[in-house]
């Protein structure tokens, strides 16, 4: 590495206690630093690190790690503020696959994860140059470096040698390793998070006397909210504002305050930043907005400087309603109500909208942040914060951008299992979908990408605010339903037809009612009762009546909840009011989710009723309101009870020859492009997928000769033309089937040249594929959720019907059984109409096979396996196209911050 690329590989990432340091490669400059960090260890951390308590090793050291790097050798260190505060390096000998590691933590900055953090990033530099295994000898009674090993989850063996013990670090990562780093992001986050939502004081910087000015807005709802800390004011032109002590800068301020509202002009942002960071400021919450690139960069690196955390900048603020916190540092009107549900939001305007739509329903909230242009705090840190504050059980966010999505899925995986994650699906417009090359690529719309996302987190994605508060106030208020089976009872026939059609739109099913149960039912319902599914009530049905008809359909087993909707009528002997008291006073059922109710006369969307026993009943507007809220709390019932699943690892892999074919493709086109058919062909057998027999024919003999051997006596031979300009094969004419005979191979050879020209740089020879259900499997790299792996109809009609599913990679057994079944073309794998179904199995195996190719390769932009052709005994890709682009493998589990 030269030593300007080392000036500028650097990142942050925070410590267990939630301060920030900054990693990147050793330099020159830094040897004084080095020397001072073993100039001030006690004689035991010496001991500890050099086997002795020579001076004099600390200063070889040094001059060895502030040395340029060579090809087998890497240094990083770790600074905090200014300070150097911790040091590790590896350095191979004969083995190139492994390295001899050594690492140096101040001895006041045990504890704290320093080490732990050096070696992460120690080990994905290392994985990226071909080192597999990390060496260490260490004391035997060096119990601190022993437990940092063992902590970092990778596998470890011991070796004892009397006073010392040599320990094997294998850096392949797995499950183990990644939910431990799981477990220390999760700490380092939530400790960095308290200055930010639990504040013991805050200081508005830009607090104005003139109402109306945002600053002062803040404070006000701060101190209506009756924060439980100190409360101060920056303000240089006044001594108070709204009777709260103001001060002409922070540094002027009695004590440093933990948490800093800024909203002063953008120009001034980046100093006043500095300021917070000098003066000892933990958290800020920039709510102004028009900063430029340079005050955004100042900004982002003063946080990092000072260990301060931040939401914003242009953001509407961030409010905590436990006790004793009390803190409302938004400039919303609406004042939060104290409750369970957490919200995250990108746009300010959606969440005031929230913020007055929970108010309505009743529907508290334990806090609520605001993330704006997200420089810093972004939605994986809220929902680790949720996950451990001890309060939050419901939790709605808006996101308009992933900064990480696959450790975004992988938290919210673990997140959702504890409580239900809702979002509004915003960004599904197709008007930034990229110009696609392959129907692989073509099929991988935004919607299905975000879809995947939210699919295998277990995420319940709703198309509108509306749609999310409806389905907010279900879960908030209802335990889940097992299935999606549904009971529709109406007190007016044609409201139950309403409510049928709209729970079957929704994807619900209204099942026809067992015989014993409907003749039940009419026994107490009253005269002119139906009893099929809708149940007809009639309008005179009485207070009884009802709860008993709810009642029984909620025991019976029979249906997973109970959709009641109601018209009230003058004739009626209970009408509205009593009917929903009905519903409310009921003995809650012990088989399904509870009731929910539709009044076609009720003005509000969706609203909480009360019960004597303090529980509440939703009651929605109209029935597709009700029957999308449903819907959504039956999928997460599903999505519960699932199996969590396990990455897919097929045998017989060859991840090196697949790695180094890539590197060579890319060596001799370093702008990227279509692979050739042999080079695909060989790319396929490096992971084991089954592919139609084929061979490259340079001449028209070559081709002949081909044709004969790959297709046999009486047999059929395809032929068709390669070349970058001939991805879609069939719309350039450049397939023929069905060739018999040398005379038939001879005449397509020479057609597909003559017509094709230029354009072809080879003509491909295989056996007609022998018929069964044409399939499409692929990979599509998008830019910003990493690889997603394609699934659906194939043949020449795949774009044109569209249907395809996708998940994405790594996919775990549950994903890959998941995306088999997602489809509308499920039904001819699984057989259908008297046809059998394919091997269920070996399609199984492509798709693990493909989700393991795309997970190796980033440089994979493309692949697309189309047909597929699926029968009972077999799975064969027939034809394939892959391209590669120059692109380099990200760690997405490694910790660091935006």
Not at 168 to 183: G, K, Q, T
Not at 424 to 438: K, L, T
Request: with cysteine.
């Amino acid at each position: 590495m030269t030593r300007t690329a080392s000036r500028t590989h650097e990142v942050c990432a925070l410590l267990a206690d939630g301060s920030t340091v900054r990693l990147r490669p050793a330099r020159p400059e830094d040897r004084g630093q080095v020397m001072r960090l073993y100039e001030e260890m006690s004689e035991d951390s010496l001991r500890s690190r050099f086997f002795a308590m020579s001076r004099r090793s600390g200063e070889q050291a040094a001059d060895r790690l502030c040395a340029p790097s060579g090809p087998g050798h890497r240094t990083l260190v770790a600074v905090h503020g200014d300070r150097l505060v911790g040091v590790a390096e590896y350095e191979t000998a004969d083995d190139p696959a492994s390295a001899e590691i050594a690492l140096a933590v101040a001895d006041d900055f045990h504890h704290r994860g320093v080490g732990t953090l050096l070696l992460e990033h120690l080990a994905h530099t290392a994985r990226e140059r071909g080192i597999a295994v990390f060496t260490a000898d260490v004391l035997a009674d060096n119990h601190l470096i022993h437990k940092v090993f063992a902590d970092l989850g990778l596998r470890v063996t011991r070796q004892f040698d009397g006073t010392t013990v040599r320990g094997i670090i294998r850096l392949a990562p797995d499950e183990r390793y990644l939910s431990a780093v799981d477990l220390r992001a999760r700490t380092a986050d939530t400790a960095s998070m308290q200055p930010l939502l639990r504040p013991r004081s805050i200081a508005v910087i830009g607090a104005g006397t003139r109402p109306g000015s945002v600053g002062r807005a803040i404070l006000h709802n701060l101190r209506e909210a009756h924060f439980a800390g100190l409360l101060h004011a920056v303000n240089p032109h006044a001594h108070a504002v709204l009777r709260i002590p103001a001060y002409p800068s922070v540094a002027g301020l009695p004590h440093p305050p933990d948490l800093a509202v800024i909203a002063i002009p953008a120009a001034a942002v980046p100093e006043a930043a500095v300021q917070c960071g000098r003066a000892g400021v933990r958290a800020l919450v920039v709510v102004t907005s028009g900063l430029d690139a340079g005050q955004s960069a100042a900004l982002t690196a003063a946080c990092r400087r000072w260990d301060m955390r931040m939401a914003g900048p242009n953001c509407l603020g961030v409010a905590n309603t436990e006790e004793p916190v009390r803190m409302d540092a938004t400039f919303a009107v609406t004042k939060p109500l104290p409750g369970t549900a957490g919200v995250a939001v990108q746009s300010g305007g959606v969440g005031i909208a929230l913020l007055d739509g929970l108010s309505r329903l009743g529907i508290g909230i334990s806090s609520f942040v605001s993330l704006g242009d997200k420089h810093d705090v972004g939605s994986n840190d809220l929902l680790q914060w949720w996950e451990c504050d001890g309060r939050t059980d419901l939790a709605l966010l808006h996101l308009e951008s992933f900064g990480n999505p696959r450790a975004f899925s992988r938290t919210a995986r673990r997140v959702a299992r504890g409580m239900p994650l809702l979002t509004v699906d915003a960004g599904r417009s197709e008007a930034g979908r990229r110009a696609a090359a392959s129907h692989t690529a073509a099929a991988a719309t935004p919607t299905m990408t975000r879809g995947a996302l939210f699919s295998q987190a277990g995420i319940i994605a709703t198309r509108t605010l509306g749609e999310l508060l409806d389905t907010a106030a279900l879960l908030h208020s209802q335990p889940l339903p097992a299935g999606g089976r549904v009971a529709v009872v109406s007190s007016a026939g044609g409201a139950g037809v309403l409510a049928a059609d709209a729970c079957v739109d929704a994807g619900l099913t209204v099942p026809e009612l067992p015989p014993d149960l409907m003749k039940e039912l009419l026994a107490l319902l009253p005269d002119g009762a139906g009893a099929g599914n809708p149940v007809d009530i009639t309008p005179t049905v009485s207070v009884q009546a009802l709860s008993g008809c709810v009642d029984r359909l909620a025991e019976s087993g029979a249906v997973d909840g109970v959709l009641v909707a109601l018209v009230p009528t003058a004739p009626a002997t209970a009408v509205g009011t009593d009917l929903c008291t009905a519903l409310t006073t009921r003995t809650p059922a012990v088989r399904t989710a509870g009731p929910v109710v539709v009044r076609l006369d009720q003005a509000e969307r969706v609203r909480l009723l009360p019960t004597e026993d303090g529980r509440t009943v939703p009651s929605f507007g109209e029935p597709q309101s009700a029957a999308r809220a449903l819907l959504h709390a039956a999928e997460r019932a599903r999505w519960l009870a699932r199996p969590q699943g396990s990455v897919a690892e097929p045998a017989g892999v060859d991840s090196s020859g697949a790695r180094a074919l890539v590197e060579e493709f890319l060596a001799g086109a370093p702008a990227g492009g279509w692979l050739d058919a042999r080079a695909t062909d060989q790319l396929l057998a490096h992971y084991g997928i089954p592919r139609l027999r084929q061979a490259c024919a340079a001449t028209e003999q070559e081709a002949v000769d081909a044709a004969a051997r790959l297709a046999g006596p009486g047999g059929g031979a395809v032929l068709k033309a390669q070349g970058p300009d001939l991805v879609h094969q069939s719309e350039r004419g450049a397939v023929l089937l069905d060739l018999h005979g040398e005379q038939q191979v001879r005449a397509a050879y020479r057609d597909l040249t003559a017509r094709l020209g230029a354009a072809v740089t080879g003509i491909v020879v295989q056996p007609m594929a022998a018929p069964g259900t044409e399939l499409l499997t692929g990979i599509v790299q998008d830019e910003v959720f990493g690889a997603l792996v394609l699934f659906g109809l194939g043949g020449t009609t795949s774009e044109l019907l569209a249907d395809h599913a996708a998940r994405l990679a790594p996919l775990t057994d549950t994903d890959i059984r998941e995306l088999l079944t997602a489809p509308r073309c499920a039904a001819w794998i699984y057989g259908h109409r008297g046809t059998g179904p394919v091997d269920v199995a070996a399609l199984e195996d492509v798709l693990a096979r493909l989700s393991r190719m795309a997970d190796d390769l980033p440089e994979l932009a493309e692949a697309e396996c189309n047909p597929v052709i699926a029968r009972p005994d077999e799975v064969t890709a027939v034809d394939v196209r892959v391209r590669l682009l120059p692109r380099r493998a990200s760690d997405p589990y490694l910790r660091r911050l935006p």
